[in-house]
């Protein structure tokens, strides 16, 4: 195998077949030593982190394959952290689609004159380019359109597959008591310029709460699989 790329939280690996190899790692994003989904460095490494992360995208992809939405996932293996998946492009140094359920977050911050903390959306999709100096900026579809990082139809795509995988997820939350807030998808495309979901789906991406108390990541990982 040979090393294509050395990320915050995943290694990727080159395979003989023509697909990539993602070593999930158990390093994790934050700052002073504090576990943070929302910081762009790793803060520190918190053991086994790495398993559960693989675990919970191992079993929503499934889930999103059978659904017949089309992802990179070929398959995962708990031994080595490690999860097969299909080549794809990013769209344009990457991107990030998040699906709001309920204003919180830097939703509520930037609308709060508009809008209760808490108050419910209706799958609410937006964009924010990946870049970590910049603080990763809002972007519309038509300044997506007119830089090139995507067509009028992939755009409908993402917002449309979003919409679906984000319901998907919503639903096993519920069935364990708990409420999806919001989650964060990234995208790519293959070779034919069409959509597919990339990355992974762990509890890292997504707030979720129960009985209206924020579960943190750890834990809601360890609560999804109780």
Known sequence: MQLVYSGKTKDVFALENGNYLLKFKDDVTGKDGVFDPGENSVGLTIEGV????????????????????????????????????????????????????????????????YIEEGAKLDSYVEMTLKDDAKGDPLITKDGLIALNVMSDKQYEDIKAMTVKITDIVAKEMEARGMELYDIKFEYGFDESGDVMLIDEIASGNMRVYKDGQYIQPMDLAEMFFK
Not at 76 to 90: G, I, W
Request: net charge positive; aromatic share 16%; hydrophobic share 40%.
């Open 50 to 113: 790495g398993d559960i992360n693989l675990r919970m995208t191992d079993y929503f992809f499934q889930k999103i394959n059978d659904a017949g939405i089309y992802t990179h996932f070929v398959k995962a293996n708990f031994e080595d952290t490690t999860m097969e998946v299909k080549p794809a492009k990013v769209f344009g140094k990457g991107l990030e689609v998040i699906c709001r359920l309920r204003a919180v977050g830097s939703f509520f911050r930037r609308y709060c004159d």
